[in-house]
């Protein structure tokens, strides 16, 4: 049956393709489309193929599963826990166990009721929420009154957050208690990880150990950084109330690494700066030049601990250790920084858009400290010096596939994944697109200004609505403009539009998803969700 629905398809992608012939011909702005039809039909074909076998491979197998495949199932935000939802697939084939790998909000009551063993792999973002694509789920299954008996099944958790927002791993431990509450048994407690904390996911490394015959316990191979160079770096906020904003190009070493979609996110490996280097050595009676091996290569402490979690205070517990190599193997690395992606491959480099982070800290000749990860991007790291990143993939705020209406919404920093979208949809020569962001001062924040107007008068940009906060006698947020827009709002919906939002998820983000709920309904905002009309990237 699922052959013949799909071999239905193909004649019908021909239809269209010469359907798309036809009003190529006719439009004369339009005629080297027509050229590309053939080309376009034999796409249209293998995307079908490959989509077909991606539903295929990810489609929950209700009433057929083997009574030896685990499900694994994921609930991913910006794609930390797809990817290591995927890890664990991988890991787990390889010692030859049936696997399963579904989005969580595919999965309805009798698919998890066919299945024996299952492992989630789920992210909790904004105040304790469930990721946005696991909406259907929450709305279906854990805030309904099913009757679901999962007393077959056994299932383990991973939870993943962030330690410095309340509701750390809320919905990890709310999915372990309605697993419970419909009667399935653990495997093993619940594992929560904090911001990619390496301990806990060798945690879960074991219990997939102990889960099947043949599973290794050894960490999953590392995801190799890239080598970019830092190539400009331009303040894009001089005289602003707020904090510095910088705008960064990083050129490839390699240009296979220029390999991302609108939406995807760059994890930096930050360095401290030099001095913080030196004084953390002084504290230590140190040398910095003393040769250590770091993964089985020569290099100087000193490059070392650039890259290590360093205790800038007291004499940590490891003060009594002596050896330049104790050190340099004892000392955890810095952890990835993620910044959303500002612009397209084809730019021919990767742009950034960063805020200076800093820190109240009186010890400091300028009353404050620079974060890690901003401050090595922004001041520390000179011109022509070495960033090491990698490229996550973030499927949930990728573009859509057509050229339907886009309505962008963010502020501050947001303004880099929102650019990228806008970037594709501009040399696509789709317009349709509504741009709200907010700042504070027109005079200093307006970010990316000539291109955004040059982009708006030329009618790629339908509708710009900067709103300025600081401007004027009353605070005005990005959300006060969609409310005060709620009747377009509904027009753009009823056209097709979807909503990408980007940036801050304290203040907008909730403000913008309140508005909405306002002008479209619960309903009608939840529908967008589950239905990928919605997408948000908040941090």
């Known amino acids: 049956m699922k052959r013949a629905r799909f071999m239905g398809i193909v004649p019908m992608a021909w239809a269209l393709a010469c359907a798309g012939a036809v009003v190529a011909w006719w439009t004369p702005l339009r005629l080297a489309s027509a050229a590309a039809v053939l080309f376009a039909y034999v796409c249209a074909c293998v995307g079908i193929v490959v989509a077909h076998r991606r539903r295929e491979t990810n489609a929950p197998l209700a009433d057929t599963a083997p009574a030896d495949t685990i499900l694994i199932a994921y609930a991913s935000q910006t794609g930390s826990a797809e990817l290591i939802a995927t890890q664990t697939r991988t890991r787990l084939e390889a010692s030859g166990a049936r696997v399963q790998l579904v989005a969580l909000g595919a999965l309805e009551a009798h698919d998890l009721a066919a299945y024996t063993r299952a492992l989630f792999v789920v992210s909790t973002t904004g105040e304790g929420d469930a990721p946005d694509a696991a909406t259907a789920f929450v709305r279906n299954l854990m805030s309904a009154q099913t009757g679901v008996d999962l007393g077959a099944l056994r299932y383990g958790v991973l939870a993943l957050g962030d330690r410095q927002y309340a509701n750390y791993c809320a919905f990890g431990y709310r999915l372990t208690a309605w697993l419970a509450q419909h009667a399935a048994q653990p495997l093993f407690e619940t594992i929560d990880v904090d911001n990619g904390e390496m301990a806990a996911l060798e945690r879960w490394q074991t219990q997939l150990a102990a889960l099947c015959d043949g599973v290794t316990a050894t960490p999953w191979p590392a995801v190799r950084d890239s080598v ?54 002084d504290a230590r009676a140190l040398d910095g030049v003393a040769a ?19 205790a800038l205070g007291e004499l940590d517990d490891l003060a009594a250790l002596r050896s330049p190599q104790e050190w340099a193997d004892t000392l955890p690395p810095l952890a990835h920084r993620s ?41 520390h790291a000179a011109r022509g010096s070495e960033i090491r990143l990698r490229v996550r993939t973030n499927r949930t705020f990728h573009p859509p596939a057509d050229d339907r209406p886009l309505i962008l919404i963010g502020n501050g920093t947001g303004l880099a994944g929102l650019r990228a979208h806008l970037k594709r949809r501009v040399r696509a020569g789709h317009g349709r697109i509504w741009l709200i962001f907010g700042e504070r001062n027109a005079a200093h924040d307006a970010f990316y200004r000539d291109e955004l107007s040059d982009w708006h008068e030329r009618g790629l940009i ?78």
């Open 228 to 281: 970019w160079t830092l190539d400009t770096r331009t303040l894009l906020n001089p005289g602003s109330a707020g904090e510095p904003v910088y705008h960064l190009a990083l050129q490839p070493s390699d240009s296979a690494a220029l390999e991302w979609l609108p939406g995807d996110i760059a994890e930096i490996l930050p360095r401290h700066a030099s001095d913080t280097v030196q004084r953390w050595l």
């Open 339 to 379: 910044y959303s992606i500002a612009s397209l491959p084809g730019d021919g480099q990767l742009e950034l858009l960063v805020r200076q982070a800093r820190h109240a800290d009186d010890s400091a000749a300028q009353g404050f400290r620079l974060g890690v990860a901003s401050g090595w991007l922004t001041e």
């Open 462 to 539: 339908e509708r710009l609505d900067p709103v300025w906060s600081r401007d004027g006698s009353e605070r005005r947020y990005v959300q006060d403009a969609l409310a005060a827009n709620a009747e377009p709002l509904r027009e753009w919906i009823d056209a097709g539009a979807s909503i990408y939002v980007c940036g801050s998820r304290n203040g907008m983000a909730p403000g913008v998803h309140r508005a909405l709920v306002d002008a479209l309904g619960q309903t009608r905002v939840d529908t967008l969700l589950v239905d990928g009309r919605y997408r948000r990237d908040v941090y």
């Open 292 to 310: 250590v091996q770091c993964d089985g290569a020569p290099m100087t402490l000193a490059n070392v601990l650039a890259t290590r979690q360093l």
